[in-house]
Protein backbone atom coordinates (compact mmCIF):
# COMPACT_ATOMS: atom_id res chain seq x y z
CA UNK A 1 0.00 0.00 0.00
CA UNK A 2 1.51 3.46 -1.00
CA UNK A 3 2.92 5.61 1.51
CA UNK A 4 0.58 8.68 1.47
CA UNK A 5 2.78 12.25 0.56
CA UNK A 6 3.13 14.24 3.75
CA UNK A 7 1.42 17.10 4.25
CA UNK A 8 4.06 19.27 5.48
CA UNK A 9 8.23 18.74 4.56
CA UNK A 10 10.83 20.84 5.39
CA UNK A 11 14.57 20.39 4.62
CA UNK A 12 17.47 22.63 5.83
CA UNK A 13 14.60 25.32 6.32
CA UNK A 14 16.39 28.88 7.55
CA UNK A 15 13.99 31.60 8.25
CA UNK A 16 16.63 34.95 9.03
CA UNK A 17 15.38 38.95 10.10
CA UNK A 18 17.81 41.93 9.51
CA UNK A 19 18.66 44.27 12.44
CA UNK A 20 20.62 46.70 12.86
CA UNK A 21 23.28 44.38 13.80
CA UNK A 22 22.81 42.17 10.62
CA UNK A 23 20.86 39.42 9.66
CA UNK A 24 19.06 37.49 12.96
CA UNK A 25 18.67 33.44 12.56
CA UNK A 26 15.84 32.47 13.68
CA UNK A 27 15.83 28.97 12.12
CA UNK A 28 18.65 27.29 11.59
CA UNK A 29 18.58 24.14 9.12
CA UNK A 30 15.53 22.94 10.42
CA UNK A 31 14.14 19.53 8.95
CA UNK A 32 10.37 18.22 9.42
CA UNK A 33 7.83 16.18 8.16
CA UNK A 34 4.00 16.06 9.03
CA UNK A 35 1.59 12.76 8.12
CA UNK A 36 -1.73 13.02 7.13
CA UNK A 37 -4.14 12.47 10.53
CA UNK A 38 -0.74 13.16 12.55
CA UNK A 39 -0.50 15.11 15.41
CA UNK A 40 2.82 16.42 16.26
CA UNK A 41 4.10 18.45 19.30
CA UNK A 42 6.50 20.63 18.86
CA UNK A 43 8.48 22.09 22.66
CA UNK A 44 11.10 23.84 23.36
CA UNK A 45 12.47 27.16 25.35
CA UNK A 46 11.45 30.53 24.94
CA UNK A 47 12.71 32.14 21.53
CA UNK A 48 13.81 28.77 19.78
CA UNK A 49 11.90 29.40 16.86
CA UNK A 50 8.54 27.31 17.37
CA UNK A 51 6.46 30.26 16.28
CA UNK A 52 8.34 31.31 13.54
CA UNK A 53 7.68 27.42 12.67
CA UNK A 54 4.47 27.60 13.01
CA UNK A 55 4.55 31.43 10.80
CA UNK A 56 6.49 29.90 8.09
CA UNK A 57 4.24 26.73 8.12
CA UNK A 58 0.64 28.92 7.25
CA UNK A 59 2.41 31.09 4.96
CA UNK A 60 2.69 33.84 7.30
CA UNK A 61 6.00 34.39 6.65
CA UNK A 62 8.19 32.82 3.92
CA UNK A 63 11.48 31.07 4.59
CA UNK A 64 15.29 32.68 3.92
CA UNK A 65 16.03 29.02 2.81
CA UNK A 66 15.77 25.91 2.57
CA UNK A 67 12.32 23.95 1.46
CA UNK A 68 9.40 24.34 2.51
CA UNK A 69 6.36 21.93 0.71
CA UNK A 70 3.08 22.37 2.81
CA UNK A 71 0.16 20.98 1.49
CA UNK A 72 1.63 19.85 -1.61
CA UNK A 73 3.19 23.58 -2.54
CA UNK A 74 6.53 24.94 -2.41
CA UNK A 75 6.27 28.33 -0.05
CA UNK A 76 9.45 29.48 -0.54
CA UNK A 77 8.44 30.17 -3.83
CA UNK A 78 5.30 31.35 -3.51
CA UNK A 79 4.30 35.50 -3.27
CA UNK A 80 2.37 36.50 -0.47
CA UNK A 81 -1.13 36.51 -2.44
CA UNK A 82 -0.29 32.40 -3.09
CA UNK A 83 0.37 31.73 0.47
CA UNK A 84 -2.78 33.48 2.01
CA UNK A 85 -4.58 31.49 -0.54
CA UNK A 86 -3.70 28.58 0.79
CA UNK A 87 -3.97 29.47 4.28
CA UNK A 88 -7.63 30.39 3.68
CA UNK A 89 -8.26 27.57 1.95
CA UNK A 90 -6.90 24.99 3.55
CA UNK A 91 -5.08 25.80 7.00
CA UNK A 92 -6.30 26.76 10.45
CA UNK A 93 -4.50 28.43 13.01
CA UNK A 94 -5.14 29.02 16.76
CA UNK A 95 -2.83 31.47 18.38
CA UNK A 96 -2.52 31.76 22.68
CA UNK A 97 -4.00 35.31 22.52
CA UNK A 98 -6.88 33.92 20.67
CA UNK A 99 -7.04 36.86 17.66
CA UNK A 100 -10.39 37.83 17.88
CA UNK A 101 -11.95 40.38 15.88
CA UNK A 102 -13.43 42.71 18.95
CA UNK A 103 -16.06 44.15 17.28
CA UNK A 104 -17.10 41.15 15.62
CA UNK A 105 -19.70 38.77 17.28
CA UNK A 106 -18.66 34.66 18.43
CA UNK A 107 -20.55 33.62 15.22
CA UNK A 108 -19.02 36.24 13.07
CA UNK A 109 -15.68 35.36 13.92
CA UNK A 110 -15.82 32.08 13.62
CA UNK A 111 -17.51 32.85 9.87
CA UNK A 112 -14.37 34.50 9.27
CA UNK A 113 -12.50 31.68 7.12
CA UNK A 114 -16.06 31.04 5.09
CA UNK A 115 -16.53 34.75 4.46
CA UNK A 116 -13.10 35.39 3.34
CA UNK A 117 -13.40 32.65 0.86
CA UNK A 118 -16.80 33.86 -0.45
CA UNK A 119 -18.08 30.31 0.46
CA UNK A 120 -21.97 30.68 1.01
CA UNK A 121 -23.91 29.86 3.91
CA UNK A 122 -21.04 31.02 6.21
CA UNK A 123 -22.89 31.67 8.96
CA UNK A 124 -25.48 28.38 9.22
CA UNK A 125 -22.16 26.49 9.25
CA UNK A 126 -20.30 28.56 11.89
CA UNK A 127 -23.06 28.39 13.89
CA UNK A 128 -22.86 24.56 13.74
CA UNK A 129 -19.56 24.62 14.83
CA UNK A 130 -19.96 26.32 17.81
CA UNK A 131 -22.51 24.69 18.88
CA UNK A 132 -20.11 21.70 17.95
CA UNK A 133 -17.47 23.55 20.78
CA UNK A 134 -19.85 24.07 23.11
CA UNK A 135 -20.83 27.44 22.36
CA UNK A 136 -24.08 27.48 20.11
CA UNK A 137 -25.51 29.70 23.50
CA UNK A 138 -22.90 32.72 22.66
CA UNK A 139 -23.21 33.21 18.78
CA UNK A 140 -24.26 36.99 19.39
CA UNK A 141 -21.54 37.37 22.13
CA UNK A 142 -18.93 39.70 21.59
CA UNK A 143 -15.13 38.46 22.31
CA UNK A 144 -15.17 41.04 25.52
CA UNK A 145 -18.35 39.31 26.76
CA UNK A 146 -16.71 35.88 26.97
CA UNK A 147 -14.02 33.93 29.31
CA UNK A 148 -10.94 33.17 27.65
CA UNK A 149 -11.95 29.54 27.59
CA UNK A 150 -14.74 30.88 25.54
CA UNK A 151 -12.81 32.84 23.69
CA UNK A 152 -10.43 30.33 23.05
CA UNK A 153 -13.52 28.13 21.75
CA UNK A 154 -14.47 30.46 19.06
CA UNK A 155 -10.88 30.75 17.99
CA UNK A 156 -10.70 26.78 17.67
CA UNK A 157 -14.21 26.77 16.06
CA UNK A 158 -12.69 29.43 13.38
CA UNK A 159 -9.87 27.36 12.75
CA UNK A 160 -11.77 23.94 12.02
CA UNK A 161 -15.02 26.08 10.16
CA UNK A 162 -13.50 25.29 6.58
CA UNK A 163 -12.79 22.05 7.34
CA UNK A 164 -8.90 22.38 6.87
CA UNK A 165 -6.56 19.87 5.61
CA UNK A 166 -4.07 21.42 8.40
CA UNK A 167 -4.05 22.87 11.60
CA UNK A 168 -1.44 25.04 13.51
CA UNK A 169 -1.87 25.71 17.11
CA UNK A 170 0.74 27.94 18.99
CA UNK A 171 0.82 27.22 23.11
CA UNK A 172 -3.40 27.22 22.88
CA UNK A 173 -3.97 26.83 26.29
CA UNK A 174 -0.87 28.83 27.12
CA UNK A 175 -3.05 31.62 28.69
CA UNK A 176 -5.80 29.07 30.17
CA UNK A 177 -5.55 27.69 33.12
CA UNK A 178 -5.11 23.92 33.63
CA UNK A 179 -8.65 23.03 33.78
CA UNK A 180 -9.83 25.07 30.97
CA UNK A 181 -6.83 24.43 29.25
CA UNK A 182 -7.36 20.31 28.92
CA UNK A 183 -11.08 21.08 27.93
CA UNK A 184 -9.46 23.39 25.17
CA UNK A 185 -6.75 20.94 24.00
CA UNK A 186 -9.80 18.06 24.74
CA UNK A 187 -11.58 19.63 21.82
CA UNK A 188 -8.92 20.15 19.65
CA UNK A 189 -7.03 16.98 19.32
CA UNK A 190 -10.69 15.22 19.14
CA UNK A 191 -11.74 17.65 16.43
CA UNK A 192 -7.88 16.75 14.47
CA UNK A 193 -8.95 13.04 15.20
CA UNK A 194 -12.46 13.68 13.26
CA UNK A 195 -11.81 15.92 10.89
CA UNK A 196 -8.31 13.41 9.63
CA UNK A 197 -6.72 16.59 9.33
CA UNK A 198 -2.85 17.22 10.57
CA UNK A 199 -1.76 18.83 13.73
CA UNK A 200 1.25 20.80 14.42
CA UNK A 201 1.20 22.06 18.03
CA UNK A 202 3.92 24.23 19.73
CA UNK A 203 3.50 23.97 23.72
CA UNK A 204 5.36 23.94 26.89
CA UNK A 205 3.11 21.15 28.23
CA UNK A 206 4.44 18.08 28.69
CA UNK A 207 1.27 16.48 29.20
CA UNK A 208 -0.55 17.86 26.45
CA UNK A 209 2.44 16.92 24.61
CA UNK A 210 2.18 12.86 25.51
CA UNK A 211 -1.12 13.49 24.37
CA UNK A 212 -0.12 13.23 20.29
CA UNK A 213 1.29 11.11 18.41
CA UNK A 214 4.60 12.41 18.46
CA UNK A 215 6.65 15.12 20.06
CA UNK A 216 10.27 17.08 18.88
CA UNK A 217 12.22 19.43 20.17
CA UNK A 218 13.35 22.64 18.88
CA UNK A 219 16.07 24.85 20.17
CA UNK A 220 18.36 27.69 18.83
CA UNK A 221 16.15 27.28 15.71
CA UNK A 222 17.16 23.73 15.12
CA UNK A 223 15.44 20.31 15.90
CA UNK A 224 18.12 18.99 18.78
CA UNK A 225 15.92 15.99 20.14
CA UNK A 226 15.06 12.59 17.84
CA UNK A 227 11.37 12.43 16.80
CA UNK A 228 9.69 9.98 19.79
CA UNK A 229 6.43 8.18 20.65
CA UNK A 230 4.99 10.05 23.57
CA UNK A 231 5.36 8.28 26.83
Same mark, same amino acid.
Given at each position: MPHADPLVALSDL????????????????????????????????SGSGKSSLIAVMGGLERPTGGRAR????? $??? %? !? #??????? +? /??????????????????????????LVLAGAP???????????RVGLGHRLTHRPSALSGGEQQRVAVARAFVAS?? $??? %? !? #??????? +? /????AVADLMLGLTRESGAGLVLVTHDEALARRCDRVIAIEDGRAVAPAREPA
Open positions: TLSYPSPEGEVAVLRGLDLTLSPGEALAVMGPVLGHA $LEE %A !D #ERARTQL +R /RRAIGIVFQSYHLVPAMTALENAALPDAEAAAAAMLEPR $LVL %A !D #EPTGNLD +R /RTGT
